[in-house]
């Protein structure tokens, strides 16, 4: 199985749907992105062995936290971490560590994301 094809199993997995949502959302500026994200960040990244999907995925959170600025990303990868098997506790948990690291506004922000994406 290609990287293309593991990717959009990864990604279907934990984002059912995200695929073709960012393909259609992008096919007019850059049609060859969607593609990209299932092979790179899905297909190379994902799946290689050492972390599981639920780390990975509140990983990303806390990365995505730190940023500050990737709210829709954000909310996704919180739906992708309970389709991992994250539980609302891990997700908050994480959020709240990074309020060290990050800042409590980059903290604040990410739980109302959290909050409203969990309720």
């Known amino acids: 199985m290609g990287r293309y094809e593991k990717g ?8 059912k749907g995200s695929y073709e949502e960012l393909k259609g959302e992008l096919e007019d ?15 190379e ?40 098997g994250c539980t609302r506790e891990e997700i908050i948990e994480t959020i709240i560590q990074m309020s060290v690291y990050a800042g409590f506004p980059a903290a604040i922000n990410a739980l109302i994301v959290a909050k409203e994406v969990l309720e």
């Open 45 to 84: 990244i994902y799946s290689r062995g050492g972390l599981d999907l639920k780390t990975r995925e509140l990983i990303t959170i806390a990365a995505l936290t730190t940023l500050g600025c990737a709210t829709s990303q954000l909310k996704g990868h919180i739906r992708g971490a309970i389709n991992a």
């Open 8 to 15: 959009l199993k990864i990604q279907d997995r934990i984002h």
């Open 29 to 43: 500026i850059a049609p060859d992105f969607a593609r990209m994200v299932a092979e790179f960040p899905y297909g």
